[in-house]
Antibody, heavy 115, light 110 residues
Framework: EVQLVESGGGLVQPGGSLRLSCAASGITFSSYWMHWVRQAPGKGLVWVSRINTDGSSTSYADSVKGRFTISRDNAKNTLYLQMNSLRAEDTAVYYC????????WGQGTLVTVSS | QLVLTQSPSASASLGASVKLTCTLSSRHSSYAIAWHQQQPEKGPRYLMKVNSDGSHSKGDGIPDRFSGSSSGAERYLTISSLQSEDEADYYCQTWDTDVVFGGGTKLTVL
């Protein structure tokens, strides 16, 4: 059974940092591109970032470029999202998802940016 | 620019059928898309990928009531024999260098 489990969310003050993790099981993690997608309260899904299989290629939405960094550890079957200089508008549930068609999703982790 | 357009809302009666539409920007009319379902207070779930020729491949455990089709730049999700648990938000999604989402359609089952 494929499982993606996010963790690391929480309450953080504006300007602060958080690192999200996404632990994968039931898949050959190193074979798949991975994505982060977020959803602000009451809003739609928004793509955040993606990374290729070996971590050598990454891409970001304009809204997070220069503040967020995606990475992966294939030995640990884990995807990461380092979030710096957080803003109120980054408040959202963050999901990881597998491959370009987002064929599997995690359950999400809530990030709240507030003073 | 790669854009997906969805109607914000749709409704249909319990036991009836409904067809949701996702329209690709005209220059990208050959692209495949994926449909995702998000039930209230839950995370998204992949339903199926729909290709430009109308063929589709469903995710694990997706009932036969869900099917996909295509016409030109439009991609469709048809749900037959509507059940109460089908009331959800439905998002279409595609990709080229990055992932793109439609705005989502909120389906109400009457």
């Amino acid at each position: 059974e494929v499982q993606l489990v996010e963790s690391g969310g929480g309450l953080v003050q504006p300007g602060g940092s958080l690192r999200l993790s996404c632990a994968a099981s039931g898949i050959t993690f190193s074979s798949y591109w991975m994505h982060w997608v977020r959803q602000a309260p009451g809003k739609g899904l928004v793509w955040v970032s993606r990374i290729n299989t070996d971590g050598s290629s990454t891409s970001y939405a304009d809204s997070v470029k220069g503040r967020f960094t995606i990475s992966r550890d294939n030995a640990k079957n884990t995807l990461y999202l380092q979030m710096n200089s957080l803003r109120a508008e980054d408040t959202a549930v963050y999901y990881c998802a597998r491959d370009w068609g987002l064929y599997y999703w995690g359950q999400g982790t809530l990030v709240t940016v507030s003073s | 620019q790669l854009v997906l357009t969805q109607s914000p809302s749709a409704s249909a009666s319990l036991g009836a059928s409904v067809k949701l539409t996702c329209t690709l920007s005209s220059r990208h009319s050959s692209y495949a898309i994926a449909w995702h379902q998000q039930q209230p207070e839950k995370g998204p779930r992949y339903l199926m990928k729909v290709n430009s020729d109308g063929s589709h491949s469903k995710g694990d455990g997706i009932p036969d009531r869900f099917s996909g089709s295509s016409s030109g730049a439009e991609r469709y999700l048809t749900i037959s024999s509507l059940q109460s648990e089908d009331e959800a938000d439905y998002y279409c999604q595609t990709w080229d260098t990055d992932v793109v989402f439609g705005g989502g359609t909120k389906l109400t089952v009457l």
